[in-house]
């Protein structure tokens, strides 16, 4: 079974700067999805950004990136000019294209600060 | 449309009583659903995934149980809650294709006390 880690508890950064996340996962398989999920206080689930694990490019979606390290297994995300609407818990997951079980890390705790 | 209904957004129940919690999607036939938990402050905890009508797999062995009566209802159910039943309930559903993503309806929050 696949697992995602996510060894960062509580993060936080000042506003208008940049902070990353890390995650680390664990599977065989060669070809899977990867999501970075933003739940904020009002705990709906929000996709963040995608990347398919063929793809060597990383994704990118306005301020927010990832770096992708297939052989070291791990999935961080960057998030450039912070704003306080950035402050949310944030989760990795991972998907098999063809497999069923959508499994998430424990979460990140981002607190941007005025 | 990718729309999840989940309801009630809010429950209290008593130790003891059954539980049904109910979440309809929209968009594309035959989706994978999946119901988590969430306790506070925590991560998401698969508690069941369907892939199609009465096809349910189980993660977590415990006293809860769902079902898939139609292929866009999924259905979280209990005959005896337990004090460690409350949290988060999230239901998900997954699309297809090169876009895939989970969308989530939007919980439900339940206390058994």
């Known amino acids: 079974a696949q697992t995602v880690t996510q060894s960062q508890p509580e993060m936080s950064v000042q506003e208008a700067e940049t902070v990353t996340l890390s995650c680390t996962y664990d599977t065989s398989e060669n070809n899977y999805y990867l999501f970075w999920y933003k739940q904020p206080p009002s705990r709906q689930m929000i996709l963040v950004i995608r990347q398919e694990a063929y793809k060597q490019q990383n994704a990118t979606e306005n301020r927010f990136s990832v770096n992708f390290q297939k052989a070291a297994k791990s999935f961080s995300l960057k998030i450039s000019d912070s704003q306080l609407g950035d402050t949310a818990m944030y989760f990795c997951?991972?998907?098999?294209?063809?497999?069923?079980?959508?499994?998430f890390g424990e979460g990140t705790q981002l607190t941007v600060n005025p | 449309s990718q729309t999840i209904h989940q309801w009630p957004a809010t429950l209290v129940q008593p130790v003891g009583s059954p539980l049904s919690l109910e979440c309809t999607v929209e968009?594309?036939?035959?989706?994978?659903l999946y119901w988590y938990r969430q306790a506070a402050g925590r991560g998401l905890q698969l508690l069941f995934y369907?892939?199609?009508?009465?096809?349910i797999s189980s993660e977590v062995p415990q006293n809860l149980s769902a079902s898939r009566p139609q292929d866009r209802q999924f259905i979280l159910s209990s005959k005896k809650l337990l004090l460690s039943d409350s949290g988060f309930y999230l239901c998900?559903?997954?699309?297809?294709?090169?876009?895939?993503?989970?969308?989530f309806g939007q919980g439900t929050r339940l206390t058994v006390v």
């Open positions: 369907s892939v199609g009508i009465g096809q």
């Open positions: 968009g594309t036939s035959n989706p994978n």
């Open positions: 998900a559903k997954r699309t297809t294709g090169m876009n895939t993503e989970a969308f």
């Open positions: 997951a991972f998907l098999m294209p063809s497999g069923s079980r959508l499994t």
